[in-house]
């Protein structure tokens, strides 16, 4: 059975626990959710048989190398600027890693370290800037050619407009 460890259960990462979830059994998957609250891992992995929920502090150097070690692949889908400290902690217990976001200056640094140890850590696997940005201007752009007007806006995913809607 191959150990997926999610670290954090934002709102995120919800579609991609629900696939690996659905796809888990066939596929002989473990998958771990870990995260600050216990209570939105419990809720984003809902009671599966192959889901486990855990409180994750990624400061915690002990529980950190420990749920690491033991996984496959980890998923860090924390927020950005902490993703080097999954990185390096991967680097250190041989773990492939994958996360949506981009590929930071400190994250390249540590590229030829992982070829070395015949790793792949995958970055900006997201839909930011892509689909979202793209699906969103198509509405916008719908309403606007209707004459409509946009009173708010939210979006789920890193979306930047420039000047008014």
């Not at 990462?13 to 870990?34: A, D, F, M, P, R």
């Amino acid at each position: 059975m191959k150990n997926i460890l999610i670290i954090g259960a934002g709102l995120s990462s919800t579609s991609l626990i629900q696939y690996l979830l659905k796809h888990s059994e066939k596929n002989n998957w473990k998958i771990t959710v870990g995260d600050m609250s216990l209570e939105s891992a419990q809720k984003k992995i809902n009671n599966h048989p192959n889901g486990t929920a855990l409180r994750f502090n990624l400061k915690d150097l002990e529980q950190r190398a420990e749920e690491i070690s033991t996984a496959d692949i980890v998923v860090s889908m924390v927020p950005a600027s902490m993703h080097i400290i999954v990185a390096k902690e991967c680097l250190r217990h041989r773990k492939h890693m994958l996360t949506p976001s981009y590929v930071s200056s400190e994250m390249m640094e540590l590229d030829e370290e992982a070829k070395e140890k015949g790793l792949c850590f995958l970055n900006e696997l997201g839909v930011d800037p892509g689909l979202d940005h793209m699906s969103a201007m198509k509405i916008i752009d719908q309403i606007k050619e209707r004459g409509g007007k946009i009173k708010t806006f939210k979006s789920f995913c890193c979306l930047k407009i420039k000047g008014n809607l």
